[in-house]
């Protein structure tokens, strides 16, 4: 399936490399290289990109790029896209490098360049015991932690004591004891309890006249679980029709959720990604902030009025931010807001307005002010458009709930804790 995995730096530098059937010469990544140097933003970098021999697969995170090279080794040929449905689904090559850096993510708080040069030892363990032959064999966190312990101070002074190199464990994890392949065995805790949060990001595009072009919602439930023993948990919703489509994580049982639209499981021990989902355009959605702008670029009577308004159910956004990519002919924007601050940065023409924290019992923050035009240029080629960025709590925009959490199988009474956060994802506003 997977040949081979490189890591690449933003400066095109590979961090790491890791071969299974045969080594791939680094030239591979050249036309990688190349799709890079060729897109202005890591957007429009294709996801999978073919070369006469290797089909290039990659996903990026904290300004890394996850690549791996597959390869039809029946004809050693590129596979083509259709070939690829029957041999190598490129979702599937995709899942697992999302797999791969979220147990990163779980093993060293993050992921960047620094942590990957700084613990290549054991990324490599890692990838190991997840990836057999190029096939995925573990991709639980939770049951990689008990093959590959992690790397702390105290292990570390043990290591050059004992001598011993090896994060690897010398005894069979515990998972493969257990009928759960993605729990471990015999988990006991003093205080059983089980998070849900509710995470939703909301795209939007709004023209020049308020209408909106386009919306949409795409959500997921983290989960935090320290149950012991295994329980057997079902998960209602209310108002579960918005759901337009969903990812479910293997514990999760597919025929309960086709049928019923409840979410039944036995949960991994920990964190992990229970449940994505997607709601479109054509469910009834209020966007959770209104954008009303008067803005002129010429020479003669320019002016810029911005008014953010707030539609937050009273919840309180935070990390308001409004910005703005100015003309080329812009020279300087004086602007005065009614609360936070402005910045214009010459170079980039880049204008910010970062509110802060809007209160809906406060008054809705505005901006006033006025821009300069270059020597001799009566009015800017055209109005730049408003990328608007916030965050809300205890707050889902699409409407949907957990209604219930039902805990079968074990005696005990646990902790259940729900919570909800809405942020921007590309939220347009065009002027």
Known sequence: MIQSLFIISPS?????????????????????????????????????IESNKECLIHVSKGRLFFVAVCVDEGTNHCL??????????????????????????DYFGTVNESVIKDNLVCIYEILDEMIDGGFPLATEPNVLKDI??????????????????????????????????????????????????LIEQVNAIVDSSGNT?????DGSIECFSKLSGAPDLTLAFSNNRLIDDASLHPCIRLLRWERERVLSFIPPDGRFCLFRYHVNCLSPLTLPVIVRHSISLREQGSRLDLVVIPKTLGRTMESVRLTMHMPSTVVNVNATPSTGRVMFDTTTRLFEWNIGRIDSKHSNP?????????PGVSAAPGNPSIMVHFSVHQYAVSGLKIARVDIYA???????????????????VRT
């Open 80 to 105: 083509l896209l259709l070939m690829f449905v029957n041999v190598v689904p490129p979702l599937l090559v995709i899942e697992l490098l999302l797999s791969l850096v979220n147990v990163i993510v």
């Open 213 to 217: 072009v386009f919306k949409e919602v």
């Open 148 to 197: 590959v312990r992690p790397a702390n101070i105290l292990k570390t002074i043990t290591d050059v004591v004992t001598g011993t190199n090896s994060a690897v464990s010398s005894t069979l994890p515990s998972c493969q004891l257990s009928n759960v392949r993605w729990r471990r065995s015999h988990v006991k805790y003093t205080n059983n309890e089980v998070y849900f949060d």
């Open 12 to 48: 095109n530098e590979i961090c790491l490399e890791k071969h299974w059937s045969k080594v791939t010469p680094k030239a591979v990544c050249d036309q990688f290289f190349e799709s890079v140097s060729q897109s202005t933003s890591v957007d429009e970098i294709p996801i999978v």
């Open 410 to 428: 074990e005696k005990y009474k646990p902790f259940k804790g729900v919570k909800y956060l809405t942020s921007s994802g590309k939220f347009e």
């Open 366 to 374: 505005t901006l006033k002010g006025s821009v300069t035009l270059s």
